[in-house]
C-alpha cells in the first residue's frame, strides 16, 4: 500500500512475504499499504458475518485495545456516523481481469521486457462494511473498483457519512492511470444510499488529472482521504496526483484546492534530496480550510512527514512537522489533532509498528496508542474513544480489524482549539 500511497513516483517492489521496508511504496497511492503475500481470499459475496471471530497470526493487540472487527478485507478509513454505525472502506484484493504495461512508458508500474506478462489484476471486489454498535457487520455496498499491483491493493478509501449518505473516494492504479483504460469509479468520489447499496458518481478525478495533470510529473492518480468541510464541500486528497481537490456534493463541481510540491529530506537521512509529498489524510480545520496528512515519498525517513493547513484559498502552510509517514488526520472532541501513522521507522528492521500522535496547540507531540499493526484511518465518537483501522494488509488472509481505545480524547469544557 505503501506505494500506492507513495505519489508519481515508483519506489520500490516487494516479494517478500514478510512486512519489509520495500512492501510499502510504487507510486501512486492506494492509502492502505499492502504488502506481499497479500491472499485473494475474500468474504465473497456474504452480506452479514459474525462480528470479531478471532484473528489468527496476528501480534498481540496493543494495550488499551478493544476488537471491534476483524476479518476485513484491505481495510483502509473508518467513519463514526451520528447513529453510533462505523463505516469502513475495503479496498478488495483486485479480480480476474489481468493488467498488462507497455514498455518504454516512463513512470508506468514495473514490466517485464516484453508487455505479455501482467504486472497486476483489477477487478469489482472493492466494498464498504457497517458495523453496527452491537458488533454485527453487514457489507452495504459491494462490487467497487479494486485494483492488486505487485504486493499492493488499492480501491475504496477515504469515507464520511453525513445526511444519511456515504461519500467515498475511491483510488485507481496510480501511475498506470496513464495507460489503462479506466474502470466506472475508479478515481472518483461517489454516494452510496447505505439502506440500498446504490452507489452514484459524483466526480471522476482520474480523468481530471488525465487531462490536466495539476502537478507538473507524470499522470498518476490514487485518490485517499476524504472529508466534508463545514462550508459543505467535500475535500479529497490524491495521493497519487499529488493534489487536494473540493468537490461540491450536488453538482460535482472539482476544483483543485492545492497542488503539494515536493517536501525536503530531514537533514541526516539518506536519499534524494527532495521527497514527493504524497497527502493522504484530510480532515476539516475548525479555524477554515483543512488538514492535510502528508506520507512522504521512499524510502520514508523518520520525521519527513508532516500536517498541512490548506486555508480555502489554497494557501499552504506548515501545521505539525517531524511526524513519519502519516497516513489520516482527524481533529478530536477535544480540540487536538491526531495522526495516524502507519509506522514510525519503516528503515528498521524489522520496520517498526504504527502509532496514533496527538499534536497540542503549542505543537507538542504525544503518542497515544503504540504498537499498532499497519494502521491507516482514524476517528472519534462524540464521547471521545478513538477507532483505528489497523492490519491494513492481509496476510494470505482478511486481516482487517477495527480497534477501539477508550477516552483518547474526552470533551471539556474548555476543549483547545486545533
Known amino acids: 500500500m505503501i506505494e500506492r500511497i507513495v505519489g508519481k513516483t515508483r519506489s520500490a517492489t516487494i516479494t517478500s512475504a514478510t512486512v519489509s521496508r520495500r512492501a510499502l511504496v510504487r507510486g501512486g497511492v492506494g492509502a492502505g499499504f499492502v504488502i506481499a503475500g497479500l491472499g485473494a481470499a475474500g468474504r465473497g459475496s456474504a452480506f452479514a458475518q459474525e462480528a470479531t471471530p478471532a484473528v489468527t497470526g496476528a501480534p498481540p493487540l496493543p494495550a488499551g485495545a478493544t476488537l471491534i472487527a476483524s476479518n476485513l478485507l484491505n481495510p483502509r478509513f473508518i467513519t463514526v456516523a451520528d447513529d453510533g454505525n462505523l463505516y469502513v472502506s475495503e479496498a478488495g484484493t483486485g479480480g480476474d481481469e489481468q493488467i498488462f504495461a507497455p514498455t518504454g512508458i516512463e513512470g508506468s508500474p514495473e514490466a517485464s521486457p516484453t508487455p505479455q506478462e501482467p504486472f497486476g489484476t483489477r477487478g469489482l471486489t472493492g466494498q464498504v462494511t457497517q458495523i453496527a454498535p452491537d458488533g454485527t457487520a453487514t457489507v452495504v455496498a459491494q462490487g467497487l473498483p479494486s ?200 528503515l528498521s528492521e524489522p520496520p517498526a509498528p504504527g502509532s496514533v500522535v496527538r499534536i497540542l496547540a503549542d505543537g507538542t507531540q504525544e503518542t497515544v496508542v503504540d504498537g499498532l499493526m499497519l494502521p491507516n484511518g482514524i476517528d472519534f465518537d462524540a464521547e471521545g474513544n478513538l477507532y483505528v483501522v489497523a492490519g491494513a494488509v492481509g496476510f494470505g488472509a482478511p486481516a482487517g480489524m477495527v480497534l477501539r481505545f477508550d477516552g483518547v480524547a474526552v470533551p471539556t469544557d474548555a476543549t483547545p482549539t486545533a
Not at 160 to 186: R, Y
Not at 290 to 316: C, E, H, M, N
Open 147 to 346: 485494483y492488486t499491483l505487485g504486493p499492493e491493493s488499492t480501491g475504496p478509501a477515504g469515507i464520511v457519512v453525513a445526511d444519511g449518505t456515504i461519500w467515498l473516494a475511491v483510488g485507481g492504479p496510480g501511475p498506470g492511470a496513464a495507460f489503462i483504460d479506466p474502470i466506472p469509479n475508479e478515481n472518483s468520489v461517489v454516494s452510496i444510499d447505505p439502506a440500498t447499496g446504490t452507489v452514484t458518481l459524483v466526480a471522476d478525478i482520474g480523468a481530471y488529472e488525465h487531462a490536466n495533470n495539476p502537478h507538473p510529473a507524470a499522470i498518476d492518480s490514487n485518490l485517499y482521504g476524504i472529508a466534508l468541510a463545514d462550508d459543505g464541500l467535500l475535500h479529497v486528497a490524491d495521493a497519487g496526483g499529488n493534489a487536494v481537490y473540493h468537490v461540491d456534493p450536488t453538482s460535482g463541481e472539482l476544483t483543485v484546492l492545492a497542488v503539494i510540491e515536493d517536501i525536503p529530506l530531514p537533514e541526516g537521512a539518506q536519499g534524494p534530496p527532495m521527497l514527493q509529498a504524497v497527502p493522504t489524510g484530510v480532515t476539516a480545520n475548525p479555524a477554515g480550510g483543512v488538514y492535510v496528512g502528508l506520507l512522504s515519498g521512499g524510502p520514508f525517513p523518520p520525521g519527513a512527514a508532516k500536517i498541512l493547513a490548506v486555508s480555502p484559498d489554497g494557501t499552504v502552510a506548515d501545521a505539525a512537522t517531524g511526524l513519519t509517514m502519516v497516513v489520516d488526520v482527524k481533529v478530536g472532541p477535544d480540540g487536538n489533532l491526531y495522526a495516524s501513522q502507519i509506522s514510525t521507522n519503516f
